[in-house]
């Protein structure tokens, strides 16, 4: 298997996008760490994940991400994938409506919580020779009007600029750095956006191969970023997305 004796964490894995991956990442034959806040969820979502174990853990709160790191270290003696996959959806606001709070409550969870982990595991990462996949979004990538989500936009393009300078310099010690910027994918974060058949339509609509992704599409290319097969790839954006990003 693609995997086997490699072991990965991925923030956020207790559902959606962060939950197929860990799937996919243990299809494979990776041992998987799935994070996140909610206990019973994270039991509930670990039990369909064979070789799993589930850490709680809150991306805003620093030693929280060392305890699961430690924890990692522990159970298993090394770490060789991060999967910076954990992130929220502020509430739609333009610009001049959002306060400071919320604004950085967006930016606490979808950036410097990446930074925290990044942080935390890249010294073991040296010694596996590891990589790190970071999931940003289209809306890092371009502007859309009327998307009204700038603390979002903003936190999702600094990933993917980090993504290029964490390659760049921790590619000495081999360790590789891509990142996947997915369009509208089918999870409890686009629901609120898909509560109509016009919302799905109209979602559907706005990717040029006609309909909205679903996890495990995602999950496919972190996969990709994963293996071996990029064994030459680290800097890489790749746009998931039905091709919203081209429009
Ligand atoms: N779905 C899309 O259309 C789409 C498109 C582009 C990019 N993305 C990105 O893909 C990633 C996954 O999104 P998704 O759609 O799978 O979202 P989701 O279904 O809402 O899942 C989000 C995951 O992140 C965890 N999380 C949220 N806040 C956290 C915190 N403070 N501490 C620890 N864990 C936290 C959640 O667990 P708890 O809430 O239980 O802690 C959950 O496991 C996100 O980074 C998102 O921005 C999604």
Known sequence: MRLSGKIALV??????????TAQML???????????????????????????????AD?????DVKGVVDKTIKEYGKLDILVNNAGMFPKIKQLHEIDEDEWN???????????????????????TSGCIINISSDAGLKAYQGFNADAYSAS??????????????????KIRVNCICPGVVDTDMTKPFMKTEKDIEFMNSEHPIGRI??????????MYFASDDASWTTGAILAVDGGESIK
């Open 26 to 56: 243990s299809k494979n034959g990776a041992k998987v760490v799935i994070t996140s806040r909610d206990p019973k969820r994270l039991e509930e979502s670990v039990l369909k994940i064979p070789n799993a174990t589930c850490f709680v």
């Open 105 to 127: 409550e967006v930016l606490d969870v979808n950036l410097t919580g990446q930074f925290r982990f990044t942080k935390e595991v890249i010294p073991h990462l040296q010694k």
């Open 156 to 173: 999702k393009a600094a990933l993917i600029l980090l993504t290029k300078c964490w390659a760049l310099e921790y590619a000495k010690h």
């Open 59 to 63: 991306i805003r709160n620093s030693k």
């Open 213 to 222: 992704g679903q996890p495990e599409e995602v999950a496919k290319a972190v």
């Open 11 to 20: 923030t956020g894995g207790s559902r959606g996008i962060g939950f197929a």
